[in-house]
């Protein structure tokens, strides 16, 4: 089974940027689709964003027009740009491909 890594968490004032990324141990292409999940405290977790082999990316309508989900298929690795992040973006965010999920990173904006 692949193993995701996760990186770029941190502590952000509102209005700022970061940049999430997952690396993966094996093929992401050959897993397929990949997506960055959140989870808040006392909150399910939520899809953030998905993106297929081929590039077409999928968004939740909260952070439409904020976040870029990408990939590299030769380094394996999937990025979210996380830009006018808000204090409701606060939580921990996994990757997932396939059957696999990340350990999380945290990311805090704070107001």
């Known amino acids: 089974q692949v193993q995701l890594v996760e990186s770029g968490g941190g502590l952000v004032q509102a209005g700022g940027s970061l940049r999430l990324s997952c690396i993966a141990s094996g093929s992401i292409f050959s897993i397929g689709t990949m997506g960055w999940y959140r989870q808040a405290p006392g909150k399910q977790r939520e899809r953030v964003a998905s993106i297929t082999r081929g590039g077409l990316a999928n968004y939740v309508d909260s952070v439409k027009g904020r976040f870029t989900i990408s990939r590299d298929n030769a380094k394996n690795t999937v990025y979210l740009q996380m830009n006018s992040l808000k204090p409701e973006d606060t939580a921990v965010y996994y990757c997932?491909?396939?059957?696999?999920w990340g350990q999380g990173t945290q990311v805090t904006v704070s107001s």
């Open positions: 997932m491909g396939g059957p696999s």
